[in-house]
């Protein structure tokens, strides 16, 4: 069986790109039947930055990102990738060694989470070698400092890691009139990396009337943070030095969040790993036919995901 997905060109809601093009051409007829010169180049500008530049990096994502399934593996030929990932154009992975799936920012999250607890060793930026025996024996760790980090089972909130969490509180702030003084106490919390955990904003936030669909997503976006399997995580291709440089600009969030939804295909010891850097650019028809093949000819995975991001996966269908 061989199957190939490449990125869509178009976005999977046809008229995203239609009314705007529609419209912008009525625009047109209408300044040449009143010889308006800017109602003629005009809209002809606007419609060459949207949709024009965005179905132009989709159809440059098109042509040179390619993911390829055979009847034993699958291939990703990747010209294009992201600036913080440093794999090479060509990844593979047999479907025999696939045993976990999860999102890139799970992996960025959990090694900053160890930076951060590892702060004082000034362990570079560069390094993508995070399993124990390596770090103990380059940078001098202490095991049992190390050994801590393995047993947390809620690992330290960083700036990087609490976005998510910090999102969804904001969204229930004005959803639900929040008082000032219970924002202050969550924002205490949140420097004492300790208290600040899902049980602790459940208690919090009882005196308001949360829904229980917005209790739920705060506590996936700590699921995001919380990992109990750390073996994956540990050999990394990311580039932390630039990832963390980028997320501290003014839109971090925004420019690291496209690296962030990266898919990675991981051997048991992340050995062997394949980064999906495009695979949102499929459309969704694609995306759930991928994974659908993946997990059908590689049963037992385990999906490191927040029940959201499995839905998205998915779609209705269980995996």
């Known amino acids: 069986m061989t199957a190939a997905f490449r990125p869509a060109v178009l976005p999977d809601d046809k008229r995203l790109f239609s009314y705007p093009i529609i419209i912008g051409l009525a625009v047109c007829a209408v300044g040449v039947f009143l010889v308006n010169v800017i109602m003629i180049v005009l809209p002809l500008i606007i419609l ?38 440093k794999i090479k154009s060509h990844q ?8 976990y799936i999860y999102y890139l920012g799970k992996e960025i999250n959990l090694l900053s989470n ?14 993508m070698n995070y399993t124990k025996g390596h770090l103990i024996d380059h940078y001098g760790i202490p095991e049992d400092v190390y050994e801590k980090f393995e047993e ?10 609490a976005t998510g969490v910090l999102m969804k509180l904001d969204e229930i702030y004005r959803k639900y009139n929040v008082t000032a003084e219970t924002k202050g106490s969550i924002k205490k919390a949140l420097k004492n990396d300790s208290n600040f955990n899902f049980e602790y904003l459940k208690t919090a936030l009882s005196h308001h009337v949360v829904s229980a669909a917005d209790l739920e997503d705060l506590g996936d976006e700590f699921a995001t943070i919380d990992a109990d399997i750390l073996t994956p995580f540990l050999l990394t291709k990311v580039n932390l030095a ?28 992340g050995t062997n790993k394949v980064y999906l850097m495009r695979f949102h650019d499929l459309s969704r028809a694609d995306l759930h ?17 927040t029940k959201k991001e499995h839905k998205h996966l998915f779609g209705n269908r269980i995996g």
Do not use: C, M, W
Request: proline share 3%; aromatic share 8%.
């Open 242 to 269: 630039k990832y963390l440089k980028v997320a501290k600009q003014r839109n971090g969030a925004h420019l690291t969040a496209r690296t962030d939804n990266g898919l990675v295909l991981s051997s048991e010891n």
């Open 114 to 127: 160890l930076r951060s607890r590892l702060k004082k060793f000034k362990i570079p930026a560069e390094e």
């Open 48 to 85: 060459a930055v949207f949709p024009g530049l965005p179905v132009l990096f989709h159809l440059v994502y098109h042509i040179f990102v390619k993911i390829e399934i055979l009847s034993d593996k699958i291939i990703v030929t990747d010209h294009v990738s992201d600036s913080v990932v």
């Open 92 to 99: 593979e992975i047999a479907f025999s060694e696939i045993r």
């Open 152 to 161: 947390s089972s809620q690992k330290t909130l960083t700036d990087f890691t």
């Open 289 to 305: 036919r991928f994974i659908g093949t993946v997990n059908s000819r590689r049963p037992g995975i385990s999906y490191l995901v």
